[in-house]
């Protein structure tokens, strides 16, 4: 069975800092894991995937994310907020094997102050 | 530029009241899906479809059924509305090889109330 875990409901950074949202999952076979962002009444949009290439990803918008399998997790990095970042943002993982399921964390609520 | 259509917005229902949600996506697709969004408790997968005509129950098929008589269109039925089905339902397509090819494109939300 596979599950994520996405560790904050919600995080709330300065424009201009760093950001971190925190991702662990859980797969019984190779997993595929992916990180999507919600604007406010807007559907969800692909920020980038990790498919067993390269362990760090690279996204759009300056989103990167890591694949760790020592420590299961997937964390979403940006070096500098921007206020066009704010939005809720949703881990998903994917077993390889596993049927094609897709199991969604619960999301992250990003708030950028000025 | 590709695109996945939610007919309706935003719904007001009564309780008891049959619910048609309509999903047209124009990107020649094999698979779409039906999701529902709480807070809290992030997407949940209701139904998808893999082919015309084809269906498969996700996690919460309870209270719900589907229908996809063309390729394009993947439809969500509410038999009996109730108020435990007041919520966001987002649609979403595919390309053939299921969720691993890496993308789901999403529709913007039908929110629903049931009063």
């Known amino acids: 069975a596979q599950s994520v875990t996405q560790l904050d409901s919600h995080v709330s950074v300065s424009e201009g800092t760093p950001v971190l949202l925190r991702c662990n999952y859980s797969?019984?076979?190779?997993?595929?894991l992916f990180w999507y962002v919600q604007h406010p009444n807007k559907g969800l949009q692909l920020l980038l995937k990790?498919?067993?290439?390269?362990?760090l990803v690279k996204g759009i918008n300056g989103f990167e994310a890591e694949f760790k399998k020592s420590e299961t997790s997937f964390h979403l990095t940006k070096p500098s907020a921007h206020m066009s970042d704010a939005a809720e943002y949703f881990c998903?993982?994917?077993?390889?094997?596993?049927?094609?399921?897709?199991?969604f964390g619960t999301g992250t609520q990003l708030k950028v102050e000025l | 530029d590709v695109k996945v259509t939610q007919s309706s917005r935003y719904l007001v229902k009564r309780t008891g009241e049959k619910v048609f949600l309509e999903c047209v996506q124009d990107?020649?697709?094999?698979?779409m899906f039906w999701y529902r969004q709480d807070p809290g408790l992030g997407l949940r997968l209701i139904y998808f479809?893999?082919?015309?005509?084809?269906?498969e129950k996700g996690d919460i098929p309870e209270g719900y059924s589907v229908s996809r008589e063309k390729k394009e269109r993947f439809s969500l039925i509410l038999e009996s509305a109730s108020t435990n089905q007041t919520s966001m339902y987002l649609c979403?397509?595919?390309?053939?090889?299921?969720?691993?090819?890496?993308?789901?494109?999403f529709g913007e939300g039908s929110r629903l109330t049931v009063l």
């Open positions: 979403a397509s595919s390309l053939a090889g299921g969720p691993n090819t890496g993308e789901l494109f």
């Open positions: 797969s019984s076979y190779s997993p595929s």
């Open positions: 990790y498919t067993s290439a390269a362990t």
């Open positions: 998903v993982v994917s077993e390889r094997g596993g049927g094609n399921k897709l199991t």
């Open positions: 990107m020649d697709h094999e698979n």
């Open positions: 479809s893999y082919d015309v005509k084809m269906k």
